[in-house]
């Protein structure tokens, strides 16, 4: 969870500085001051919560795939250590964490893998530069529901899909369960990275 933390930081300060050096994309259909918002789900409602089915980069898919499938494909990581802080803080195991780069065009990837199960239970993708939200949504679709927590993004099926309030202010995720994928969104509407989880609730 803090190693999302420590991710959201320093992109924020990413995102900053580019818009302050560049133009900001206020032409963006997507674009605006705010962020959006949304109901926040309790522990008690993650049962009933939209379905999360985790998609896969490169070939390999949170909580399906091991650290064998990954190093089979991409080889050896630039560098395996464990985390400075768990990514799943609730899971009863240790993690490992795999570093990449220069992975289909993606500078920086990094696979958190449980250090007893093998499995991976994340990806996280460092985009090659700061991505308008309106590129994020043509890529990913528009089926993304808004949120600004950092560790819970389980979705109230109540919740609609592909909506944008303007309650709530940067930074903040839109969430994917179709694709098990959180895309990060900073000031300017602006994405560097986004993670492909193994399930929704972090915590």
Known sequence: ??????????????????????????????????????????????????????????????????????????????????????YYVSDPENELELYYRNVK??????????????????????????TPLDEIVKEFGSEFYPVSSLTEFCIDPKMKAGQMNDDLTFPYFLVYPNKGTIVFITYGNLSTYYSILYKCDIE
């Not at 064998?68 to 050896?76: A, F, H, I, M, Q």
């Not at 500078?107 to 996280?124: C, D, M, N, Q």
């Open 1 to 86: 969870m803090k190693r999302l933390w420590t991710m959201t930081l320093r992109t924020v300060l990413i995102g900053f500085s580019f818009v302050v050096c560049t133009c900001s994309i206020q032409n963006s259909s997507y674009s605006s001051e705010v962020a959006p918002s949304g109901p926040k789900v309790t522990s008690m409602e993650r049962s009933r919560s939209v379905p999360w089915t985790p998609s896969e980069f490169s070939g390999i898919s949170p909580g399906k795939s091991s650290i064998r499938d990954v190093k089979k494909l991409l080889g050896e990581p630039v560098s395996q250590m464990p985390p400075e802080d768990k």
């Open 105 to 130: 065009g993606f500078p920086a990837v990094v696979f958190t893998i449980g250090e007893r199960s093998a499995l991976v239970k994340s990806i996280s993708v460092d985009f090659p530069k700061p």
